[in-house]
């Protein structure tokens, strides 16, 4: 069984950095697409960005040249270093596989607050 567990979120403030961390165990992510997801108050949840087993990657065109996606192989953790974060950027972020390879039990997520 799949368990994915975020983690790193907090308050920031406008122009910060913060770097997510999700821990996968029943999956190995270099061996998967794996993406990260958020969900902001009242919106409904969006693709943030995307990265294949092979190591290509994809991303919002919101975040595009902000955000990185990576995989730690040896950790098997898939992380999203955010830099010059904006409020827009608050959100509850959540780790899973790409749209259409969606796992059902999506972990508890981990909170994003950009202060202006």
């Known amino acids: 069984q799949v368990q994915l567990v975020e983690s790193g979120g907090g308050l920031v403030q406008a122009g910060g950095s913060l770097r997510l961390s999700c821990a996968g165990s029943?999956?190995?992510?270099?061996?998967?697409?794996v993406a990260w997801y958020r969900q902001a108050p009242g919106k409904q949840r969006e693709l943030v960005a995307t990265?294949?087993?092979?190591?290509?990657?994809n991303y919002a065109d919101s975040v595009k040249s902000r955000f990185t996606i990576s995989i730690d192989n040896v950790k098997n953790v898939l992380y999203l270093q955010m830099n010059s974060l904006k409020p827009e950027d608050t959100a509850v972020y959540y780790c899973?596989?790409?749209?259409?390879?969606?796992?059902?039990?999506w972990g508890q997520g981990t909170l994003v607050s950009v202060s202006s």
């Open positions: 029943g999956i190995i992510f270099r061996y998967n697409a």
């Open positions: 899973n596989k790409p749209p259409g390879w969606v796992l059902d039990a």
């Open positions: 990265i294949t087993g092979g190591g290509r990657t």
